[in-house]
């Protein structure tokens, strides 16, 4: 294992990481980056004091065979990490945010339809070869991901033990944000489960514990690169694109999940503002800016809020007063 933060600013980038760390933060990226960096200042500066705008630029250009937006997170962690520094030395340089251009426009979410669901589960279950477990196991993977919020990599990860069909629940172990978290399944979900449990049985599959609960034709656990292309090719047969006119994907089953709980609590009367850190919990954030992200609201849903907020400020004129 490589051995980090040997440069001249290793040290304090430790005691930066473990400062943000004791807050939650996992930091996987900024660890890379700031370790780069680090060795880049001991080729170039090795008796650097004090982070300078000669520095950072001459970091930033050796990362130009990178991606705008892997350019642009590099740029941001290297922001953060010299505000930690100016608090110790106020001659430190911080990175403006326009030392790079921006970087592509992300796509915008799709949210999935019932209706689509139906068609991508369609088409898995004629998945060959026949008489496999195959169409099950994707079949099963899909409707999970639709059922429960959950990150394709958690489904993934899932071993039998995780999966307590019993007691009707899924425990996800350490993920993002080091959280663990239980998943509630409704009867069906869990009649679903059981059955592919079962099939996944009498294939001869592994029945430890460790065992991953999804797998291969080899009984080995469903790698993500094979579930993607199973999953771009129904997407591209089916048809379905984003409102940009790309390719949407597997981690919008996440997006649309938590936009159908919003729905719910605006159609059903409830605040939304008391069910957000129940949601947040189910999905496994560290607080509700992270799911305020996955929610997008249709026009019928904004029209639902519009005519509540109205029918409150009437019921409630004083405070409405206030808002004017």
Known sequence: MKIRFTGPMGQTMKQYLALQRSLGLLLEAAEYTLDDFDQYLAVH??????????????????TRHLHSTSRCGALSILRQFCRFLFHLNPRTYIPQKNLLPPGKVKVCPHIYSETELQNILRLTRQLGPYGSLRPHTFTTIFSLLWVSGMRISEVLNLNLADVDLEAGVIHIQQTKFSKSRLIPLS???IAALLQYRDKRARYGHSHSSGAPFFVNKLGKRCSLPAIQEVFW???QKLGIKTAQGTR???????????TRWLNEFYCSGKDPTAYLPILATYLGHANISNT??????????LQIAGQQFDNYSHKHPTERTKLL
């Open 45 to 62: 500066f090795p008796k650097v004091k004090q982070v300078t705008l000669k520095m950072v630029t001459g970091y930033l250009a050796t």
């Open 187 to 189: 009867s069906s979900s």
């Open 233 to 235: 090719r129904g997407i």
């Open 248 to 258: 949407p994907r597997i981690h919008d089953f996440r997006h649309s999940f938590a």
């Open 292 to 301: 305020q992200i996955y929610l997008h609201p249709s026009l019928e849903i």
